[in-house]
């Protein structure tokens, strides 16, 4: 695998929020690792497709994915070493590689895929589309919630990944989070540094 794209150990539990657009996973990244005084890695594709719409008036192509996996994966190894004992990813790879295959017909990129199957994360929170979708630059599938959802799901169920569904208000989503976090940080571990 190109070194970029490596996940680094790390001496944390990583939770990596997953789910459609505008289903809540940056506020709750950020307010769980402020109740846990911790890091959350940012989802670098907003800030370098924003950009890139700001600049030409261009959405995501599929030149686009590699640049923002290695974005991502930059960003979640630096935080991961500053992390107290757990941290939160606002997106991953699997993410990036799955709207890449629901944006793109027929896409594959074996780079990403690789990524996918080598990352590890000890838990996934699947963000459910019961909350309000906002429109923003770059949101642009309101009316396929579902199927994205779907789409997340049937990813985790394939390669047999561990998940739980968030859904409810923002103060019922935060609250449950709280309580499995706390639940896994109370398990010994047996090597993180996976």
């Not at 990129?109 to 459910?128: G, I, P, R, S």
């Not at 789409?151 to 985790?156: C, E, N, V």
């Not at 859904?167 to 706390?182: D, F």
């Amino acid at each position: 695998m190109e070194k970029a794209l490596e996940q680094q150990p790390a001496n944390c539990l990583k939770i990596a929020l997953f789910g459609p657009e505008s289903t809540g996973k940056t506020t709750l990244a950020s307010e769980l690792a402020v109740h846990f005084h911790t890091q959350w890695v940012p989802e670098y594709s907003r800030a370098y497709l924003q950009k890139k719409w700001d600049e030409e008036q261009k959405i995501c192509e599929i030149s686009d994915l590699i640049p923002i996996a290695k974005g991502q994966i930059k960003l979640e190894n630096e935080l991961a070493k500053k992390a107290n004992r757990v941290l939160f990813c606002d997106t991953n790879v699997r993410q990036t590689y799955e709207y890449g295959k629901a944006y793109f017909k027929n896409f594959e990129n074996k780079a990403l895929k690789e990524c996918v199957e080598k990352h590890h994360y000890d838990l996934y929170f699947l963000t459910q589309i019961d909350v309000p979708w906002e429109a923003d630059d770059l949101r642009d599938k309101p009316n396929e919630r579902e199927q994205m959802l779907q789409l997340f799901k049937a990813s985790l169920d394939a390669d047999n990944i561990n998940y739980v569904i968030l859904e409810g208000n923002k103060k019922q989503r935060l609250k449950k989070a709280i309580t499995i976090v706390e639940q896994l940080l109370e398990k010994p571990q047996m090597d993180v540094d996976k």
